[in-house]
């Protein structure tokens, strides 16, 4: 079986967000990149099958310009066999979608996160799907190869379902469905020499163009409650913020 | 010239995220709002869309799509945006309609936008505010194709009662058989719960309720509130509550006009996914917790002694 990660390249989720020249750019200063974690749930599954399944092979693949191969070096030290980096900004979601379907046919499985951290679009596996013809499903918590079929748990508001498809399929990951992996010594050794290609992006028209970024307001100052006058918490839900 | 509203129905009622996408396609003025539902609906209750806006509301109530399957949806949504001539399709994002839009706006080129927060700016061609890096930031973007489709996030727009109940209109079409390539075996909800992703206001726990077991004072202020109940990641990695009511970064997102933090230190994951409530209240023994920097109040306190207290004063306030 081959399975395709698709990975995102993203701030951590710690970071302060901030933009520079006029609301254009993100400010990367102080900024630390990791995997998605989202698409580390995917790729710890996809290592995970691997183990399980002799004669499988993963592949990760990456939207990204050059300072993203530290992340991706890190996804073949967790496990993957070797990885695809297309050469370009990640701008937009049917841009990135287009290039991973490029990339994605001959693939019984292709794994990814169920949205990136950064734009949060949440629908690269579907467009990837579309693009291919194949089932797309998301956000998974349980995934399941039992012959040609692949049996999903997915979430739902207040709740989940359970699905079945058959391979070749797109699955948009979430946890529980794996736990996280951490890269060991001999993992990080041998990710230097794994093959990593670069390839140029395919033609793609730009359906959106983001203008410009914009922070939220700040926060007013909090008001704080004695514990020995709950009530009075009640009273200003009502009078003051208005949301009882 | 017609906007398309993909409406979706959870329990037999019209979800308000849908209400709130009609609203949104009526306020674009771009012409007639056609509200579209699919699968076994009470007519009574699709003929309610009109109040808040739809001139038509078509309905295809075929039981097949009684369990949804997004590819079927994304056919039936194309093909109706090609008869009803709509240029646009609105819908509110959630687990079907978010997947179903993306599929759309590929069968029909269309510019696609999901967690879009705010009516678009047409000064300077059609651009939209969508939220990003989990809340933390904004951004403007500007659909380029003729034909756009936009998931909305809650509180996108304000469903108002601005009408008449409006007449349903059968459509027939015919489902391709292929399109049926995922199949569902079993769906399993809570049922009469307040869904998280709606919810007016929220009441969530931390680790600091210590376990599954004194979630009842938790529940107690949730009905009381007629609220609905989250939770912090470790409190559901632990299996104290189902993963469906993990709120932050890497669970759900929440838009309520009232969220109560009980008993949770306030990482900033958990932060990204409570940061579009209107007022946050948080409660927590431990006067440094960084929750309190992101509250509009707060109370120092033992969470076993402040909840009935306030659970109380709620019921005596009714
Ligand atoms: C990549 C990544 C993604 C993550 N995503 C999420 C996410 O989506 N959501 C999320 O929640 N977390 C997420 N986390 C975890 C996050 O960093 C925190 O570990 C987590 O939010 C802490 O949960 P907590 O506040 O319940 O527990 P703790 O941090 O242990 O805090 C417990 C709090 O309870 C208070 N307390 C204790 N006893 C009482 C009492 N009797 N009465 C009142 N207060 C009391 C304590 O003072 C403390 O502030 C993520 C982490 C990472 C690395």
């Keep these: ?244 | 010239m017609s906007v398309l509203v993909f409406v979706e129905v959870g329990e037999g009622k019209i979800r308000k995220t849908s209400l709130e996408a009609i609203a949104y396609a009526n306020a674009l003025k771009a012409g007639d709002v056609v509200a579209v539902a699919l699968g076994s609906i009470e007519a009574a209750e699709l003929s309610s869309v009109g109040k808040y806006g739809a001139t038509k509301v078509l309905h295809v109530a075929d039981a097949r799509l009684d369990k949804p399957v997004i590819q079927v949806y994304a056919s039936v949504l194309t093909k109706a945006m090609q008869d009803e001539n709509a240029d646009i399709l609105v819908l509110a994002n959630s687990s079907l309609g978010t997947p179903v839009a993306a599929k759309v706006a590929i069968k029909t080129n269309a510019s696609f936008v999901s967690n879009v927060v705010d009516l678009p700016n047409a000064a300077n061609g059609f651009v939209v505010k969508r939220s990003i890096y989990t809340g933390k930031a904004f951004s403007f973007v500007e659909l380029k194709n003729q034909k756009k489709v936009l998931a909305l996030k809650k509180n996108a727009a304000e469903a108002k009662e601005i009408g008449n109940t409006i007449a349903v209109t059968p459509y027939a079409i015919a489902l391709n058989d292929a399109d049926f390539n995922t199949t569902t075996t079993a769906i399993e909800k809570a049922t009469g719960d307040i869904l998280l992703p709606e919810a007016e206001i929220v009441v969530s726990g931390g680790r600091g309720l210590k376990g599954p077991e004194h979630w009842g004072i938790l529940e107690d202020l949730a009905k009381a509130l007629h609220a609905g109940t989250g939770c912090s990641k470790p409190v559901s990695d632990l299996g104290w509550r189902p993963h469906h009511e993990h709120v932050g970064q890497t669970g759900v997102k929440v838009a309520p006009q009232l969220y109560i933090a009980v008993g949770i230190s306030g990482a900033i994951q958990h932060l990204a996914g409570v940061n579009s409530s209107k007022v946050i209240v948080v409660i927590n023994k431990d006067a440094d917790a960084p929750f309190f920097k992101a509250a509009d109040y707060g109370i120092v306190g033992d969470a076993f002694d402040i909840l009935p207290k306030l659970t109380a004063a709620v019921k005596a306030s009714h």
């Design chain 1, 1 to 244: 079986m081959k399975i395709l990660v698709c990975i995102s390249h993203v701030p951590d989720t710690t970071s302060k967000i901030n933009f520079t020249e006029n609301g254009t750019k993100f400010d990367t200063t102080g900024v630390q990149f990791i995997i998605g974690p989202y698409d580390d749930y995917a790729l710890a599954r996809a290592i995970e099958l691997k183990e399980a399944n002799a004669g499988t092979l993963v592949t990760v693949i990456n939207i990204g310009l050059a300072e993203t191969e530290s992340t991706i070096r890190k996804a073949l030290a967790i496990g993957a066999d070797d990885a695809i980096r297309v050469n370009a900004d990640p701008t937009d979601s049917f841009f990135v979608a287009s290039q991973i379907a490029e990339h994605a046919k001959g693939f019984d499985l292709i794994l990814m996160g169920r949205e990136s951290i950064d734009y949060n679009g949440g629908v690269v596996h579907a467009m990837v799907g579309e693009l291919l013809g194949i089932p797309s499903l998301s956000p998974v918590m349980k995934l399941e190869i039992d012959g040609s079929k692949v049996k999903m748990e997915r979430e739902i508001e207040g709740g989940h379902e359970n699905v079945e498809a058959n391979l070749p399929l797109v699955a948009g990951c979430q946890e529980p469905i794996a736990e996280w992996k951490i890269p060991n010594m001999r993992g990080i050794m041998s990710a230097r020499t794994k093959p990593l290609k670069v390839v140029e992006p395919k033609a793609v028209d730009k359906t959106v163009v983001v203008q410009k970024f914009e922070l939220p307001p700040a926060k007013g100052a909090i008001r704080m409650i004695s514990a020995d006058n709950v009530a009075e918490l009640v009273t200003l839900l009502k009078t003051e913020a208005k949301v009882l």
